[in-house]
């Protein structure tokens, strides 16, 4: 009996739109929270996958987001985008990880980004592969990338974080950002190339 | 006007440049047309990154890691099949130093206890019916296990499950359970099925039909046992008689009466009386043994010291401390003693050998000023880099994940630590609780293979972390691995038991990755549905 309830009470949460759904979760309805990971569980798992590379880590790492998530519900406000918000508790609870596992301790070398201009976007084999359905090979090199290029690779381009906001989170400067995601998309077409050869 | 860098360009395309920049990045991209091909193949890459990023990474992966997990079953599964064949050819005997089976006395008293499991297991063919049962059991626990740390209903769902299981496959058995402080069979008790006794005492005085397996602190069997004995106790008489074998792990072992089959025991003492008689062959290990009584076939005898006064159809083969036969101590066959020095074996006049006497001393030289130490290390490094080879050509992504999970976490060593430990418990009582005897060998098969692929896969994750460097090539992968088997092949030798700590280590570690691994590609089949 209590089983069909609370199922109807779930189906009938899935038709809510987003806006009612935060609104009864603001108000402490726990069948909200869950249609909240319902809904979103998927996307923070992505984000989570990308900078901690691993599939196991990120179920944890999104769980402990979502926990997070019901912590800090209260302070939660309209100015920005729900997914958003979501994605930066998952980004910053991400990135104290790679912190604590210390792999890199640098985010940046000091190696020149001009004088690396072997692979220019024009002929990008990334954009060939992209064309040949070879997305597999593409997501591989992705996670290969070290952490320093592959982490504000993935808060851009999946986590859609402007500069300052990466650089807010990675405690670097604007610039430092800028240079790493395009170096990252160097590297990436380098290791393409590289992939290719083989 | 000059063009911009790329990675202005880049910036611009990020919609992150300044708005003064990015109006004049515009007005120049107006006149350059190199420009604005460069511009364009920079959108087009980040829409194909996002696209790229967008779509989570298993949906795609799975089917080829899956793929590449059945090659690798499929792989050595085929060289089972391949090691099993080789084993059964019998090479001419010049070819024999060929023959890797053909090893030390040692490493043979644990092949003939294979041995007795396969002889032992003919009757076993029987019970059939009971071994898929078992096997069900086995892949639903084994299944439960693998969901425990997830779902908390579905590992309630699947204890529910096995348990159910267990009471439909045991009485199938035909298995009769006793427990209690005393277990007392009386003389003219007989038990048709096999009995299994858990007590402080156990007095078997009466008639079992199949096997008897037994436990306590005192067990005394005197009645018959038709099958075999497997005894664990502190205190194990055989004063019976037994038609089928005896497997005893004890303190003290003292048999009066008769088995018509093989004796094993491990024990601190173990005293054959003059009365009794072992129908073939012995093998025994302890620190004191005392031979009194006659063994129809061979003895084999590991031990500190062993005193014998009895009679042995066959060879006496002796290794370890010191060895003693007094009349009226007869061997029928030869006497094979390996001993520190040869005043250790003390035959007294009187004493009857039908064949030869060798005496083979054994000397306690340093492994590392032997060749052949060297010569064998170089093997095993150029067999796992091999090994190691054909992983990397034939599953890469399967292999290069596993040896990234060997660093990740905590989880890999703790599960690797307890598939080290438990495996050969849940063999032994694999092999003991008539469960199935060949799941037991085959599972010791898969233990094997499991531990020498850990070394390969601690080796690759090794050298990436010399390296430093998630290596992404072929080329790189194989450096990383063979500079990782070179450090490990040292380390395992280093003296005062480190290089055995760091061995266990090793094996934890692998067998953590690799388990893990395969219970990844697994996994998300069954959490879909859950």
């Known amino acids: ?198 | 006007m000059a063009c911009f860098s790329e990675l202005t360009y880049a910036i611009f395309v990020d919609d992150e440049l300044p708005p003064e920049e990015a109006s004049r990045v515009r007005a120049h991209l107006s006149t350059c047309h190199r420009c604005q091909g460069l511009v364009a193949a920079l959108r087009v890459e980040n829409q194909a990154l996002a696209e790229v990023l967008a779509n989570p990474v298993t949906a795609v992966a799975k089917p080829r890691f899956l793929r590449e997990f059945l090659i690798l079953v499929a792989v050595i599964g085929l060289a089972g099949a391949g090691l099993s064949w080789l084993n059964g050819q019998t090479a001419p005997i010049n070819l024999n130093w060929l023959n890797p089976f053909n090893g030390e006395g040692r490493i043979n008293a644990l092949f003939n206890l294979l041995f007795f499991m396969q002889r032992g297991g003919a009757d076993m063919l029987e019970r059939w019916a009971a071994l898929v049962g078992g096997v069900c059991v086995v892949f639903v626990l084994g299944g439960t296990m693998l969901l425990l740390p997830r779902s908390r209903r579905l590992f309630r769902a699947g204890i529910n499950l096995a348990l159910l299981l267990l009471a439909f496959v045991f009485p199938g058995h035909a298995l009769e359970h006793r427990a209690g402080s005393i277990v007392t069979i009386g003389q003219t008790e007989t038990i048709n099925d096999t009995l299994v006794i858990h007590a402080e005492t156990v007095e078997m005085d009466g008639a079992v039909n199949g096997d008897l397996i037994a436990q306590g602190r005192l067990v005394a069997v005197r009645g018959t046992v038709k099958g075999n004995v497997f005894v664990f106790a502190q205190h194990v008489e055989i004063d019976g008689s037994i038609e089928g074998s005896v497997v005893s792990w004890g303190q003290t072992v003292t048999v009066h009466g008769n088995v018509a089959h093989n004796l094993y025991s491990w024990s601190q003492f173990l005293r054959l009386e003059p009365s009794s008689e072992v129908g073939m062959d012995m093998i025994s290990g302890g620190a004191d043994l005392n031979l009194e009584g006659k063994v129809d076939r061979s003895a084999t005898l590991f031990a500190h010291t062993t005193a014998v006064r009895g009679l042995v159809g066959r060879d006496l083969v002796f290794r370890g401390g010191e060895l003693n036969l007094s009349p009226p101590a007869r061997v029928g066959g030869d006497l094979v003693t390996y001993v520190r020095n040869s005043s250790n074996v003390d035959l007294a006049s009187g004493v009857v050998i039908g064949g030869k006497t060798e005496t083979h001393i054994t000397h306690a030289v340093s492994r590392f000023s032997r060749r052949h130490f060297y010569v064998w290390q170089a093997i095993w490094l150029a067999a796992a880099f091999l090994v190691g080879l054909v992983a990397i050509w034939l599953v890469p992504n399967f292999f290069g994940s596993v040896s990234q999970g060997v660093t990740q976490g905590w989880r890999s060593p703790l599960l690797g630590f307890a598939i080290l430990v438990a495996t050969p418990i849940a063999v032994v009582l694999g092999a003991i609780t008539l469960v199935g005897l060949p799941l037991a060998i085959l599972t010791l098969l898969f233990y094997g293979i499991g531990l020498y692929l850990a070394k390969i896969f601690v080796g690759a994750s090794l050298g990436q972390l010399v390296l430093r460097r998630n290596s992404t090539s072929r080329g790189q992968q194989i450096g990383a691995l063979i500079l990782g088997l070179v450090i490990l092949t040292i380390a395992f030798q280093i003296p005062f038991a480190v290089g055995k700590v760091i061995h266990i280590v090793t094996f934890c570690f692998g067998l953590g990755a690799f388990a893990w691994h395969i219970y990844r590609v697994w996994r998300p089949s069954l959490t879909t549905q859950g």
């Open chain 1, 1 to 198: 009996m209590r089983l069909e309830e609370s199922g109807s009470q779930r189906s009938r949460m899935e038709t809510l739109d987003l806006e009612t759904v935060l609104g009864l979760a603001r108000g402490g309805d726990e069948q909200a929270m869950g249609e909240l990971h319902r809904r979103f569980a998927r996307r923070v798992q992505g984000l989570c996958r990308h900078l901690l590379r691993s599939a196991e880590s990120a179920e944890d790492a999104s769980s402990e987001v979502f926990m997070r998530m019901a912590r800090m519900f209260a302070s939660y406000d309209d100015s920005m985008p729900f997914e958003r918000w979501l994605f930066s508790i998952a980004s910053h609870h991400c990135i104290d990880l790679l912190r604590k596992q210390q792999r890199e301790r640098r985010w940046l070398e000091d190696e020149d980004v001009e004088t690396l201009s072997v692979a220019i976007a024009a002929d990008s084999p990334l954009n060939e592969l992209i064309r040949e359905e070879r997305r597999e090979e593409v997501r591989e090199a992705i996670a290969r990338l070290p952490e320093k290029f592959r982490v504000p690779l993935a808060l851009r381009y999946y986590g859609e974080f402007s500069y300052d906001q990466i650089a807010q989170q990675l405690h670097l400067t604007r610039a430092n950002v800028a240079t790493l995601v395009f170096r990252a998309k160097q590297e990436l077409r380098q290791a393409l190339m590289a992939h290719g050869r083989i």
